[in-house]
């Protein structure tokens, strides 16, 4: 198990991905554990890009539930269709928001949240939850996390639902 992560000393998001990637792996590889697992991935975020908030909410019984998360305290429910992360879910895509205030039905977790990015997981095609990350400033997310985003949740579902 790692004990610490080794990033990059650099601005470049692409490259700060690139090497995380391999490194969440890495992390999984002998844990059969999902919450250890889901938990150890979003420190990593947390630790590799500061993100605000980012957090697991994970579908039970036709909704979406807190999993491991970093940051302020969390919406403990939502429904799918509503707000970023039921879209996300309904739509089965990701959705980047640069201005969360302009999302129709956005749930305010909370009012310091100014942008957003969810990242369904899929295993086998069926929804078993989203990845949602929180920023507090405007237009802090874009296509270079929506691809190193998108491989790190590939790689979880892949680690912690395909078997």
């Known amino acids: ?24 792996v890495s ?3 002998d844990e059969p554990d999902q919450i250890a697992n889901l938990a150890n991935v979003v ?6 890009f500061g993100f ?12 979406l539930v807190l999993g491991p998360f970093q940051g302020p305290l969390a919406c403990t429910r939502i429904q799918i269709g509503k707000g970023v992360c039921g879209a996300s879910a309904q739509q089965k895509k990701t959705i980047l928001v640069p201005d969360v205030e302009q999302f129709p ?17 899929l295993a ?26 998108e491989q790190i949740v590939a790689a ?6 395909v078997a």
């Open 27 to 29: 992390l999984m590889e």
């Open 52 to 63: 605000f908030w980012v957090g697991w909410y994970l579908l039970k019984e036709g909704e």
């Open 105 to 121: 039905g956005h749930i305010a977790c909370s009012s310091l949240s100014k942008s957003e990015i969810v990242v369904p997981v």
């Open 124 to 149: 086998g095609g069926k929804l078993v939850g989203v990845l949602d990350v929180d920023s507090d400033r405007l237009a802090d997310f874009d296509s270079v996390d929506q691809s190193g985003l």
């Open 43 to 48: 420190a990593a975020l947390k630790e590799a």
């Open 156 to 161: 979880v579902a892949k680690a912690c639902w």
């Open 1 to 24: 198990m790692a004990e610490e992560l080794h990033l990059p000393q650099t601005e470049d998001k692409a490259e700060r991905y690139a090497a995380l990637l391999p490194q969440i």
